[in-house]
């Protein structure tokens, strides 16, 4: 159900999102992501400074005046936004929950291929796939994207990354870029991120919380798990369980990025204390100057 308080959340986030790739997100992005060649524009009259190699002979020899040729860019990309709606993604220890975040960096990459005039799809997924809107270059279809983060209610509570990602292998039919937002809390995907990276470009988003890497000293605290709803008691005072922790932490991140790395995935940070954009556009930034 659709409430006030979610309405105003959505406007908010909207509003925010536009201004941010209004200022500086869709150039970075656009930078990033350039088309796949490019489409003969016009021909018009050489002037001083113009490339030599760009120069139409023909014209030039019928005109009796050099002419030179103009391209535009071949853009037409294909953008999906696939965002993790798992229960755990309803934790924060501070200013926000993870879904939060998540919904911001989605509204941003959406409403940034939009204003590229890029297709842009949505899937929004747990432990199965709860919502998929294929790509369009609808400018209405964005404004959907981004309420759908905010305010759509899932039904399952687990995570099933692998099958998220074997449903876009089926479905896309022509290559794309996928920005996957999640907190990678999963197991069990690595060969649907293998043979989806292979296909498709890919940027992992990972959403974290303080909390998750650095366990508070606090005693005897009563922790739930938010997918399963399984609850135990945790001694955080202890020493023996903050190193455990911290080390099974440190494995799940080394696992994940020589993953990512073998599937030549990006890879972008986001966390519940800072804003998106910032970290999405040194991202692309960095993209840029590799290409």
């Known amino acids: 159900m659709i409430t006030p308080e979610l309405l105003a959340q959505v406007r908010r986030l909207t509003i925010r999102s536009r201004r941010a ?23 018009r009259e050489y002037v001083p400074g113009d490339d030599v190699r760009a120069i139409d002979w023909n014209v030039t020899a019928r005109a009796g005046k050099p002419f030179i040729k103009r391209f535009h860019e071949e853009r037409e990309l294909t953008v999906i936004v696939a965002i993790d709606l798992s229960g755990s993604l309803m934790f924060g220890s501070r200013a ?54 905010v305010a759509f209610e899932p039904e399952g509570q687990g995570t ?3 099958g998220a990602l074997a449903f876009l292998g089926r479905v896309l039919r022509r290559r794309a870029i996928l920005f996957v937002v999640s907190d990678w809390m999963a197991g069990n995907f690595d060969r649907q991120l293998r043979y989806i990276a292979r296909r498709h470009e890919l940027v992992s988003l990972e959403v974290s919380d303080p909390f998750e890497t650095e366990l508070p000293p606090t005693g005897l605290v009563l922790a739930r798990d938010l997918e399963s709803g399984h609850t135990a008691w945790l001694d955080l005072g202890a020493r023996r369980p903050r190193s455990e922790w911290r080390a099974s932490q440190a494995r799940r991140a080394r696992a994940l990025t020589d993953l990512l790395l073998r599937g030549r995935a990006g890879r972008i940070a ?9 970290a999405l556009i040194r991202h692309f930034e960095a993209r840029a100057h590799r290409h």
């Not at 939060?100 to 297709?119: H, I, T």
């Not at 986001?270 to 910032?278: K, M, Q, R």
């Open 21 to 43: 790739v209004e200022a500086v997100f869709s150039g970075a992005y656009r930078s990033a992501f350039r088309g796949h060649g490019l489409e003969f524009a016009e021909v």
């Open 96 to 149: 926000r929950i993870k879904r939060e975040a998540a919904a911001e960096a989605g509204a941003l990459v959406a409403l940034a291929a939009a204003r590229n005039r890029d297709r842009v799809g949505l899937l929004l997924f747990t432990d199965r796939v709860e919502l998929y809107l294929p790509a369009s270059k609808s400018r209405a279809r964005a404004l959907r994207l981004v309420r759908e983060m």
């Open 160 to 162: 099933d990354l692998a």
């Open 270 to 278: 986001l966390s519940t204390e800072a804003p998106a954009a910032p």
